[in-house]
């Protein structure tokens, strides 16, 4: 008998079998990067200065631990990422909140965040270097200007769903506009806003390779560069899998956490 959910609109997976199909993918593509670098290097599909094998892959691990002190470098990017995150949202949120809730705020703000969307993240990169140098201040700020600029228009519209039936009651109570913004606005929308700190928080790791690459001074970037350039080509692939895997338990972390602050809604 073929299960209800197998190909109904909109069907929720039971959560053992949402794991096995996601876990098919990966499978795949494993399998078919074992097929596609077996045997010896000279008689591989891909050549092995393009891709190594899985198991050439694993069998650098050690290396990568000791000789180029991957955990290491994996703490200087997560203190980056970690600090420009606080700032982003430091200045973002309550900014987001205000023109959100006010209509002289979005007008006063509203020009120069439209704008600043605009802008490709990359070419912030050498208009931080040219305010703070080549330091850690240029990368936690340019990483701090590339997730606010994703996370202030997810704030703005968490405020603008929040249903005016909320406000007009309030109002009728006798709430100040304080009590109408911090009281109604911002719990009803805390959700959302939450689940714009998660996504916003993802970006991070996009454009945290394109700083440490660009001066390399520690960081997982910089060990991506120093692999492509001197090799081993196995700790490209390593680093790249270390940034998934670490992106992922957090944006885990970040469900679980928004399932504890608000169980009458469902974490996506």
Same mark, same amino acid.
């Given at each position: 008998?073929?299960?209800?959910?197998?190909?109904?609109?909109?069907?929720?997976?039971?959560?053992?079998?949402?794991?096995?199909?996601?876990?098919?993918?990966?499978? #795949?593509?494993?399998?078919?990067?074992?097929?596609?670098?077996?045997?010896?290097?000279?008689?591989?599909?891909?050549?092995?200065?393009?891709?190594?094998?899985?198991?050439?892959?694993?069998?650098?691990?050690?290396?990568?631990? =000791?000789?180029?002190?991957?955990?290491?470098?994996?703490?200087?990017?997560?203190?980056?990422?970690?600090? *420009?995150?606080?700032?982003?949202?430091?200045?973002?949120?309550?900014?987001?909140?205000?023109?959100?809730?006010?209509?002289?705020?979005?007008?006063?703000? &509203?020009?120069?965040?439209?704008?600043?969307?605009?802008?490709?993240?990359? =070419?912030?990169?050498?208009?931080?270097?040219?305010?703070? *140098?080549?330091?850690?201040?240029?990368?936690?700020?340019?990483? #701090?200007? #590339?997730?606010?600029?994703?996370?202030?228009?997810?704030?703005?519209?968490?405020?603008? &769903?929040?249903?005016?039936?909320?406000?007009? =009651? &309030?109002?009728?109570? +006798?709430?100040?506009?304080?009590?109408?913004?911090?009281?109604?606005?911002?719990?009803?929308?805390?959700? &959302?806003?939450?689940? +714009?700190?998660?996504?916003?928080?993802?970006?991070?790791?996009?454009?945290?390779?394109? =700083?440490?690459?660009?001066?390399?001074?520690?960081?997982? +970037?910089?060990?991506?560069?120093?692999?492509?350039?001197? +090799?081993?080509?196995?700790?490209?692939?390593?680093?790249?899998?270390?940034?998934?895997?670490?992106?992922?338990?957090?944006?885990?972390?970040?469900?679980?956490?928004?399932?504890?602050?608000?169980?009458?809604? !469902?974490? !996506?």
């Amino acid at each position: 008998m073929i299960p209800n959910w197998l190909f109904s609109i909109r069907s929720r997976v039971p959560s053992r079998v949402a794991i096995l199909l996601g876990l098919l993918p990966i499978v #795949a593509a494993i399998v078919l990067w074992w097929l596609l670098t077996r045997g010896i290097p000279e008689e591989r599909f891909i050549s092995y200065n393009i891709l190594p094998s899985p198991v050439e892959v694993i069998q650098s691990v050690p290396e990568l631990l =000791t000789r180029r002190e991957l955990l290491h470098n994996l703490f200087v990017s997560l203190k980056r990422v970690g600090l *420009g995150y606080l700032l982003a949202v430091g200045v973002t949120v309550p900014l987001g909140i205000f023109m959100g809730s006010f209509g002289t705020g979005r007008a006063v703000f &509203a020009p120069s965040t439209t704008a600043s969307a605009y802008i490709p993240i990359a =070419t912030l990169l050498p208009l931080t270097m040219s305010w703070f *140098g080549t330091g850690e201040e240029q990368k936690v700020v340019f990483l #701090a200007m #590339a997730f606010g600029i994703y996370l202030l228009p997810m704030v703005i519209g968490a405020i603008d &769903a929040v249903p005016d039936v909320y406000l007009k =009651t &309030a109002s009728t109570l +006798g709430a100040s506009r304080f009590e109408l913004v911090f009281r109604v606005l911002v719990p009803v929308a805390m959700p &959302a806003i939450w689940q +714009g700190m998660r996504l916003a928080f993802g970006v991070g790791w996009t454009y945290l390779v394109l =700083t440490e690459a660009v001066v390399m001074d520690g960081g997982l +970037g910089t060990l991506i560069v120093m692999s492509q350039r001197r +090799g081993p080509r196995e700790h490209i692939y390593l680093v790249i899998i270390l940034i998934t895997l670490v992106a992922w338990i957090a944006d885990i972390l970040w469900v679980q956490l928004g399932r504890l602050f608000f169980p009458y809604r !469902r974490a !996506r």
